[in-house]
């Protein structure tokens, strides 16, 4: 499965009232969500509210204590573990590596999953064409570990897009970026969603969420305080309360997309 070979009706996501504990404590409860196919959606909220728990339950790494996951509307649990790493690539909010692999390498480990298979003959095509989408051509041959924190991120990316996935869960991919990575970075994942592809991606820039994504769901203390378009999600007092901390929403002059201002003493 490529991800552009998938029926768009098939590919999505749906989360159904979803419950995760650890160490016996609940860390998210009764979330409900829905990521079509062409759809990017983009999770926000607080430090803690736990984001990267609900990216890591819908990647099949964390079991849920209650509630459902289901890919393409078959549940989690009944696809093998390599037929989900086809349906979808994960970008954790940290990765490292350990050993001094070049970018191409690193990349190239994002392929893994096609091995022996039919479209393993579109390896290196995958990986070039990640390299360059990430505008990381130039440094294919540098060892992983001797680049910027913002370098690395946009290597852990392209791994990521060379993965080819219907599915993309991206956690965190701006946190290290400038402007105008931050913005590649939105523009390939909204391309994505226009291919047909299902893309979540967690961000703290509430302006660059509304500029991007179809739909923003909005997490707070484990629970779906919101989920909607833009500027249904991001308004002043509902964001003021969350983030304790107040805030101004203004639309902007030109685009009426909603900008977020902290109020400044
Ligand atoms: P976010 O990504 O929204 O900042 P997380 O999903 O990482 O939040 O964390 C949500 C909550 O779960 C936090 O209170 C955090 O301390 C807790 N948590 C995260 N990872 C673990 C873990 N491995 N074991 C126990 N609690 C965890
Ligand atoms: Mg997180």
Redesign the pocket.
């Known amino acids: 499965m490529k991800w552009t070979d998938v029926d768009p009706d098939r590919v999505g996501l749906r989360v159904e009232r979803l419950g995760i504990r650890?160490?016996a404590?609940p860390?998210l409860s009764d979330v409900s969500l829905t990521v079509r196919a062409g759809e990017l959606l983009a999770l926000v909220?607080?430090?803690?509210?736990?984001?990267?728990?609900?990216l890591a339950a819908i990647c099949g790494d964390l079991a849920p204590a209650a509630g459902t996951i289901e890919f393409a509307g078959r549940p989690l649990t009944r696809w093998a573990p390599v037929e989900l790493a086809r349906l979808r690539a994960m970008l954790p909010?940290r990765a490292t590596m350990s050993f001094p692999f070049t970018v191409a390498e690193v990349v190239a480990m994002g392929r893994a999953p096609w091995a022996g298979t039919r479209l393993a003959a579109e390896d290196d095509d995958a990986v070039a064409e990640a390299l360059r989408l990430t505008g990381m051509q130039t440094f294919a041959g540098r060892v992983f570990s001797a680049l910027s924190g913002g370098e690395q991120a946009r290597v852990a990316l392209a791994r990521v897009l060379a993965q080819r996935t219907p599915m993309l869960l991206l956690d965190e991919p701006t946190a290290a970026l400038d402007l105008h990575h931050q913005e590649l970075v939105l523009r390939l994942a909204r391309d994505r969603a226009q291919q047909g592809g299902s893309v979540v991606i967690?961000l703290h820039d509430l302006g660059l969420a509304a500029a991007y994504a179809d739909r923003i769901a909005l997490?707070a203390g484990?629970r779906l305080v919101a989920d909607g378009p833009p500027d249904a999600v991001l308004t002043a007092d509902r964001l003021s309360e969350v983030y304790q901390h107040e805030v101004e929403v203004l639309p902007h002059p030109h685009t009426g997309v909603p900008l977020v201002l902290p109020v400044r003493p």
């Open positions: 650890r160490d404590r860390i909220g607080p430090n803690g509210a736990g984001k990267s728990t609900l909010q967690v997490l484990g």
